[in-house]
C-alpha cells in the first residue's frame, strides 16, 4: 500500500485529489478521467515492453498487449471513420513531430500553422520549439475580429507553398471551417493536418464538424476533451491515403522506430477505455453541454462588459482579454485560484505584454461539464469570476521589470488573505460538493 509504504507521495496525491475535487478546474485542456481510464493505467500493463506494431513487435510475451492495441485502433477507426489509426504517440507534441518527422526534409520544407501568439500551438512551428527550429515555419495569424481569416491563409499558402498546413489550435473559441482549409490545401498541393486535441470530444460528439472528410491526417490527444489518459493518436483519412497511399506507414515508421521506442501498453488500454466511453450516446449529450455550457458563460460574461476575444464561444472555451478591465491575465488568474477557480493566464490576439504577463485568460468547461455541471451553473460561475477580478482591479503590474518581482511578491501575500476571494471559494466548494468527480 503506497500509503503506508511511501506515505510522502501518497499524502501529496490525496491533497491533488482533494484540491481538485474542491475548485472548478476550468483550464480548457484539462478534464476528469473516468474511474476505468484511471483503472487500465494503473494495470500490470505497465511492466510490459513492446517495441513495434501488433503481430510485429521486438519483444516477446505481447499476445495480449497486441490484442489491446488493435482494439484501441479499431475502435479509434469506427468513432472517427478513418481507415488507418496509431495508438502509440506519448503525447500530442510527440505525435506532431511524429508527422512532420513522416513528411519534411529538415531545413528545408515548411510548416504552415497559427502562430502560438495568435492560438496556435508551440508545435506548430514555434520559434521557441523544435518544429520551428528544425523546419522553416510560415505562421498565420487572426483576423482584427479574432477569427481565422481564410482569404489571408489562403494567399499566404500560395505564396510560400508549405508542405504541410496545419488547422486545429490551442486557444480559438470558434468553429473551425475544415472544408475551407481542405480547398486551400488542395491548391497549394499541402498536406492538411487536423490537430484536434481540444475539440476531439466535440467532434465525436457532433457538436462540432469532423475534419475528417476534407484533411489528410488528424492528430488528436486523449486527454482533454476525449476524458482519456495522457497520450494521444495519429489517424490518416480515406483522402490522406489517396494523396499519398504510403502515409499510414510513413506515420507508423515515424513514431517507431523515428521517435519514439516502445509503447506505454497501459496508456494503450486506457485509451481504448475511454474511445469506449466516448463511443456511447451519454457521449454525445457531454459534448453538445460543454458547448452549451461555454455559450452560456460567454453570454453572462459579455453581460459584466467582459472582453471575449472573437466576441464569444461556439467550443469548450472562452478567452478573454482583459485589458479594459485593466487587470493583467497574471493576476487575474493568480485572484481566480485563490477564489476557487482555475483558469490559466494566456495571451490574446496582438498582445503587448510578455508571455508570462499576458493580457488575457482563457478558461472553458469540459471538465465542469464531466461533473454534471449546466447553465444554472454558469450564471453563478460568470457572478464569482466577475467579483474575484473586481476584488483585484486595483494592482497594476510594474511597467519596469525590475519591480515586477517584488510587486509579485506583495500581491501574492495580500491575494491569499483576500476575504472576498475566500469567501467565493467557500461558495465554489460548496457547490462542487453537489457535483462529486464520477
Ligand atoms: C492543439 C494542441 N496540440 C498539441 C498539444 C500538445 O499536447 P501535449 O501537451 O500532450 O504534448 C496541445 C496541448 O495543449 C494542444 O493544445
Same mark, same amino acid.
Given at each position: 500500500?503506497? %500509503?503506508?509504504?511511501?506515505?510522502?507521495?501518497?499524502?501529496?496525491?490525496? #491533497?491533488?485529489?482533494?484540491?481538485?475535487?474542491?475548485?472548478?478546474?476550468?483550464?480548457?485542456?484539462?478534464?476528469?478521467?473516468?474511474? #476505468?481510464?484511471?483503472?487500465?493505467?494503473?494495470? @500490470?500493463?505497465?511492466?510490459?515492453?513492446?517495441?513495434?506494431?501488433?503481430?510485429?513487435?521486438?519483444?516477446?510475451?505481447?499476445?495480449? !498487449?497486441?490484442?489491446?492495441?488493435?482494439?484501441?485502433?479499431?475502435?479509434?477507426?469506427?468513432?472517427?471513420?478513418?481507415?488507418?489509426?496509431?495508438?502509440?504517440?506519448? *503525447?500530442?507534441?510527440?505525435?506532431?513531430?511524429?508527422?512532420?518527422?513522416?513528411?519534411?526534409?529538415?531545413? %528545408?520544407?515548411?510548416? @504552415?500553422?497559427? *502562430?502560438?501568439?495568435?492560438?496556435?500551438? /508551440?508545435?506548430?512551428?514555434?520559434?521557441?520549439?523544435?518544429?520551428?527550429?528544425?523546419?522553416?515555419?510560415?505562421?498565420?495569424?487572426?483576423?482584427?475580429?479574432?477569427?481565422?481569416?481564410?482569404?489571408?491563409?489562403?494567399?499566404? &499558402?500560395?505564396?510560400?507553398?508549405?508542405?504541410?498546413?496545419?488547422?486545429?489550435?490551442?486557444?480559438?473559441?470558434?468553429?473551425?471551417?475544415?472544408?475551407?482549409?481542405?480547398?486551400?490545401?488542395?491548391?497549394?498541393? *499541402?498536406? =492538411?493536418?487536423?490537430?484536434?486535441?481540444?475539440?476531439?470530444? /466535440?467532434?465525436?460528439?457532433?457538436?462540432?464538424?469532423?475534419?475528417?472528410?476534407?484533411?489528410?491526417?488528424? @492528430?488528436?490527444?486523449?486527454?482533454?476533451?476525449?476524458?482519456?489518459?495522457?497520450?494521444?493518436?495519429?489517424?490518416?483519412?480515406?483522402?490522406?491515403?489517396?494523396?499519398?497511399?504510403? /502515409?499510414?506507414?510513413?506515420?507508423?515508421?515515424?513514431?517507431?522506430?523515428?521517435?519514439?521506442?516502445?509503447?506505454?501498453?497501459?496508456?494503450?488500454?486506457?485509451?481504448?477505455?475511454?474511445?469506449?466511453?466516448?463511443?456511447?450516446?451519454?457521449? %454525445?449529450?457531454?459534448?453538445?453541454?460543454?458547448?452549451?455550457?461555454?455559450?452560456?458563460?460567454?453570454?453572462?460574461?459579455?453581460?459584466?462588459?467582459?472582453?471575449?476575444?472573437?466576441?464569444?464561444?461556439?467550443?469548450?472555451?472562452? =478567452?478573454?482579454?482583459?485589458?479594459?478591465?485593466?487587470?493583467?491575465?497574471?493576476?487575474?488568474?493568480?485572484?481566480?485560484?485563490?477564489?476557487?477557480? !482555475?483558469?490559466?493566464?494566456?495571451?490574446?490576439?496582438?498582445?503587448?505584454?510578455?508571455?508570462?504577463?499576458? *493580457?488575457?485568460?482563457?478558461?472553458?468547461?469540459?471538465?465542469?461539464?464531466?461533473?454534471?455541471?449546466?447553465?444554472?451553473?454558469?450564471?453563478?460561475?460568470?457572478?464569482?469570476?466577475?467579483?474575484?477580478?473586481?476584488?483585484?482591479?486595483?494592482?497594476?503590474?510594474?511597467?519596469?521589470?525590475?519591480?515586477?518581482?517584488?510587486?509579485?511578491?506583495?500581491?501574492?501575500?495580500?491575494?491569499?488573505?483576500?476575504?472576498?476571494?475566500?469567501?467565493? &471559494?467557500?461558495?465554489?466548494?460548496? /457547490?462542487?460538493?453537489?457535483?462529486?468527480? %464520477?
Amino acid at each position: 500500500m503506497l %500509503k503506508t509504504k511511501d506515505p510522502a507521495v501518497y499524502k501529496l496525491i490525496k #491533497e491533488e485529489e482533494k484540491r481538485q475535487e474542491e475548485v472548478l478546474e476550468m483550464i480548457p485542456s484539462e478534464n476528469y478521467a473516468s474511474k #476505468e481510464v484511471m483503472e487500465a493505467l494503473g494495470t @500490470m500493463l505497465t511492466n510490459k515492453y513492446s517495441e513495434g506494431y501488433p503481430k510485429k513487435r521486438y519483444y516477446q510475451g505481447n499476445k495480449i !498487449v497486441d490484442e489491446i492495441e488493435i482494439i484501441a485502433e479499431e475502435r479509434a477507426q469506427k468513432l472517427f471513420g478513418v481507415p488507418y489509426a496509431n495508438i502509440q504517440p506519448y *503525447s500530442g507534441s510527440p505525435a506532431n513531430s511524429a508527422v512532420f518527422l513522416a513528411l519534411l526534409e529538415p531545413l %528545408k520544407d515548411k510548416i @504552415m500553422g497559427l *502562430s502560438l501568439a495568435f492560438g496556435g500551438h /508551440l508545435t506548430h512551428g514555434s520559434p521557441v520549439s523544435f518544429s520551428g527550429k528544425y523546419f522553416k515555419t510560415v505562421p498565420y495569424t487572426l483576423g482584427k475580429d479574432g477569427m481565422l481569416d481564410y482569404g489571408q491563409i489562403e494567399k499566404l &499558402a500560395l505564396k510560400e507553398k508549405p508542405k504541410i498546413i496545419i488547422c486545429g489550435f490551442t486557444a480559438y473559441p470558434r468553429v473551425i471551417d475544415f472544408k475551407k482549409f481542405g480547398e486551400i490545401a488542395d491548391k497549394v498541393g *499541402s498536406y =492538411l493536418l487536423a490537430d484536434i486535441s481540444h475539440i476531439t470530444g /466535440l467532434v465525436v460528439a457532433g457538436a462540432h464538424p469532423s475534419p475528417v472528410p476534407y484533411v489528410h491526417i488528424v @492528430m488528436t490527444t486523449t486527454h482533454k476533451t476525449l476524458r482519456g489518459p495522457r497520450g494521444a493518436m495519429l489517424m490518416v483519412t480515406e483522402k490522406g491515403i489517396k494523396k499519398d497511399p504510403d /502515409l499510414p506507414s510513413k506515420i507508423d515508421k515515424a513514431v517507431f522506430p523515428g521517435l519514439q521506442g516502445g509503447p506505454h501498453d497501459n496508456q494503450t488500454a486506457a485509451i481504448a477505455v475511454a474511445l469506449g466511453e466516448a463511443a456511447k450516446p451519454s457521449f %454525445k449529450a457531454y459534448g453538445n453541454q460543454i458547448v452549451k455550457n461555454s455559450r452560456k458563460l460567454a453570454e453572462e460574461l459579455l453581460k459584466y462588459d467582459f472582453n471575449l476575444v472573437s466576441g464569444g464561444s461556439d467550443n469548450h472555451l472562452l =478567452l478573454i482579454d482583459l485589458s479594459n478591465k485593466q487587470v493583467n491575465g497574471a493576476i487575474a488568474a493568480f485572484a481566480l485560484e485563490v477564489a476557487g477557480i !482555475v483558469v490559466n493566464k494566456n495571451a490574446v490576439p496582438e498582445d503587448p505584454m510578455p508571455p508570462f504577463y499576458p *493580457s488575457g485568460i482563457r478558461l472553458g468547461t469540459p471538465a465542469i461539464t464531466t461533473r454534471g455541471m449546466k447553465e444554472k451553473e454558469m450564471v453563478k460561475i460568470a457572478k464569482w469570476f466577475n467579483e474575484a477580478i473586481s476584488e483585484v482591479k486595483n494592482y497594476r503590474l510594474p511597467q519596469a521589470k525590475e519591480e515586477r518581482a517584488e510587486f509579485w511578491k506583495k500581491f501574492k501575500k495580500e491575494t491569499a488573505k483576500n476575504k472576498k476571494l475566500l469567501l467565493i &471559494a467557500k461558495e465554489v466548494k460548496a /457547490l462542487t460538493k453537489k457535483f462529486p468527480i %464520477k
